[in-house]
């Protein structure tokens, strides 16, 4: 049998020596073996000596590396990759506890398994490939991830219609590789959340913002809160629990405002400090007074490509200006931005511009970033999309 192989042009391993876990189509000098998309190929620098295996791929990203030991791809590969991420979770405190059942089980590069992210919420697994190989490998991860979490894990559902390449000639299909039940009710740091993995969005939850909202919590006691794109109201659920005065939440989609309502009925049944409202954003923030003194921005991603960056910094510039403008005096806001392609130091100068066009003084308390389950592997920087600021507004 003729072994699939990547032949890379000379000096174009720099990168693989770094541990660098992409290899780019330009760094290429020819594929032998004639693999399809989402096989395993084995690199070799140009002068033929081993470097790492990987799944190629159509596209500038050309084969996402899975090892650089000179290892076979197996079954076994697979249960030690899980069992490993597993075991951070469980080692930090983040899995297998009463309180908090919701977590990110694999995070892509993260855990050195790029093209994979899997949730986990209660008795739920939910895994989303975002690339060919991992699609096609997906029974017998699930089959790891059933031996890794064992008996309380009851279902495991595939999300990948939206993630895989859309040019890819595969069936996209969603469905369970595991169990089959359609609802569930997950806890996270002791707070209740219904969680729609069938038609929501990502997973069916924002896992990534577990630490912020507990931190928004221990600022929310006697403040009147607005919580904006609050997709299933996870901010708002923690400032109900912190002792807000009073919490609003807005978001464009009637449907996830009727997660936000259905959420805060599971947690605080009848609590009347709660409101929320189907609006888009910038509407709500140009009619709205002056009513809140700590306001959360947690918009969908502006920039999901480099060539939209622009666009995405002008976007994100004219909302938290208009935060600053609105939020009272000694108000906090608490900003986010997740999209991979804006670093912290352009969404930092984006918000220092909004805060120079609002004409108000305003000092940063945190610097936020994605939660310990949501790993950044050193070597691979890319992965640390999720960016925040805590600010205080005189």
């Known amino acids: 049998m003729t072994e699939k192989s990547v032949i890379l042009k000379r000096g174009k391993e720099e990168s693989l020596q770094r541990f660098h876990p992409w290899i780019f189509s330009g760094a290429i ?103 060919v190989g991992m699609h096609v490998n997906r029974h017998i991860i699930a089959k790891a991830v059933k031996e890794t979490l064992g008996e309380g894990l009851k279902n495991i559902y595939y999300k990948s219609d939206t993630t895989l390449p859309y040019k890819a000639d595969i069936n996209k299909d969603n469905g369970y590789l595991y169990g089959g039940n359609a609802g569930n009710v997950s806890t996270e740091y002791g707070l209740k ?15 990534d913002q577990r630490e912020n909202r507990s931190l928004l919590e221990k600022y929310a006691k006697g403040r009147k809160l607005l919580n904006m794109f609050c997709y299933t109201g996870g901010f708002s659920i923690y400032a109900l629990r912190g002792g807000a005065e009073l919490v609003h939440s807005v978001d464009s989609s009637a449907k996830a405002i009727d997660l ?79 999209s991979q392609v804006v670093s912290k130091e352009n969404f930092r100068t984006a918000v220092f511009t909004a805060a120079a066009i609002a004409k108000r003084k305003v000092r940063i308390l945190h610097q936020l970033t994605q939660p310990a389950d949501h790993p950044v592997n050193i070597y691979h920087p890319e992965g640390e999309y999720l960016k925040g600021l805590v600010l205080y507004v005189e």
């Open 29 to 131: 000098h020819h594929i032998e073996g004639k693999p399809e998309e989402g096989d395993v190929v084995t690199v070799y620098t140009a002068e033929r000596k081993f470097i790492a295996r990987g799944h190629v791929q159509v596209g500038s990203i050309a084969v996402r590396v899975l090892t650089f030991d000179d290892e076979p791809i197996t079954d076994e590969f697979w249960y030690k990759r899980i069992a490993t991420a597993y075991h951070l979770r469980t080692s930090i405190g983040i899995a297998g506890t009463p309180t908090n059942d919701t977590y990110r089980l694999v995070h892509g590069e993260g855990d050195n398994l790029p093209g994979l992210v899997i949730d986990i919420y209660g008795d739920t697994a939910v895994m989303q490939a975002h690339s």
């Open 193 to 207: 959340f219904h969680i729609d993995w069938l038609r929501g969005q990502k997973t069916g939850f924002f896992v």
């Open 260 to 338: 936000t309502n259905a959420n805060v009925a599971i947690n605080f049944p009848d609590d009347t400090r709660h409101a929320a409202y189907a609006e888009d954003a910038f509407d709500y923030l140009e009619r709205m007074g002056n009513n809140y003194d700590l306001i959360i921005l947690d918009p969908p991603a502006f920039a999901k490509h480099r060539d939209s960056l622009r666009n995405a910094l002008i976007g994100y510039r004219r909302l938290n200006a208009k935060a600053i403008e609105k939020i009272q005096p000694g108000g906090i806001l608490f900003t986010f931005s997740c």
